[in-house]
Each structure stands twice: as C-alpha cells, then as structure tokens.
C-alpha cells in the first residue's frame, strides 16, 4: 500500500498515520506540567602548565530567560578576582554590571587578569525553572521542502538568523 501524494505545505505522516495523538479526533486536551525547578551548577577549572601575566576572558554562562524558561538566584564566581572587581562590590554586582548581550540574546561577560595566577576558577550557579512548551501546531507548519529553501543563501536577499547555522565553517567538519 502506497500513500497518496500530499499537497505542499501539509504533513507527512508515516503509513498513511493521522497524525500525533493530540490531533486525531476525539483526543483528550494535552495538560502541560506545572513548572518544575532545577539547580544547575557549572564549574570550570584551569589550572595553567605556567605561570600566566596577562588573560582575557569571555565567559557566556549567564542564563537566558525564556517564554518556558525562568532564571532565579544567579551567581557567578571567579577566582583570582577578576582587574577592576573589588569585594566589596560583590562580585554578583561587578558581574552583572558588566553583562552583555550577544546577537541571539544570550549574556555573556568579558573579564581580565593582569596578576600572575596558575589556575582559575570560574562556577555559575543558578535555578531554572521549566516548563514544557505546547505542542507545535503541525497543520501551520511549513512542508520540509519550504524550510530547506529559505535556509538556502541567496546573495542580495533577506535571510533569517538560521542561515547562519548552515554555512561552511573551517571549525566544524
């Protein structure tokens, strides 16, 4: 038995199935989980072959918040203490104050060392609260075939952040 062909922009399901169990008729509502929480801890170490004089660093460990994502309690530590950063302003403040965003929205934070150190330590610390995300809606989803078009690079022409992702790159084979 072979399927019939599909119009464009409808989905494909194996076997001629109806599709996933939220949409067939007479299926229950999907009841979301209530938000659970994680702690998360991440911790780096260097510990240097020699003596370092002079480092810069870019640290992208601040959480992001999201529509299924909430960011509580973030803490980050680093030791020796960063040029600039006193205890007595926290480090949380120093932190903080000096957070940037990058294109996607994700924090990330520039620090440096100019004392001689041997090893560095860097630990963020943070609760995330989750919650599933609903069901994606597979009637208003494009067919693969259009995705895989507009993920294309054409010269001259708008394009959208994904295409960035799908480019030659001499890091990854």
């Known amino acids: 038995m072979t399927d019939a062909p599909r119009p464009s922009g409808t989905p494909a399901y194996p076997s001629g199935g109806s599709g996933p169990a939220w949409e067939r008729p007479g299926a229950q509502p999907v009841k979301l989980p209530t938000q659970r929480w994680l702690r998360v801890r991440h911790d780096t170490e260097y510990a240097y072959d020699t003596e370092v004089e002079l480092a810069h660093h ?40 000096r957070l940037s965003l990058d294109p996607w929205g994700n924090g990330r934070l520039v620090f440096s060392h100019s004392r001689v150190h041997d090893t560095l330590f860097v630990s963020s610390v943070f609760e995330a609260g989750l919650t599933a995300a609903p069901p994606p809606d597979c009637a208003a989803s494009p067919a693969w075939e259009k995705v895989a078009e507009s993920l294309r690079y054409h010269s001259g022409e708008a394009r959208t952040e994904a295409v960035e992702f799908t480019l030659a790159s001499l890091f990854a084979p």
């Open 58 to 97: 870019l640290a992208c460990l601040s959480p992001r918040e999201t529509a299924n994502q909430q960011v509580r309690r973030w803490a980050l530590r680093i030791n020796p203490l960063p040029d600039g950063w006193t205890v007595q302003d926290g480090i949380q403040g120093a932190a903080e104050s």
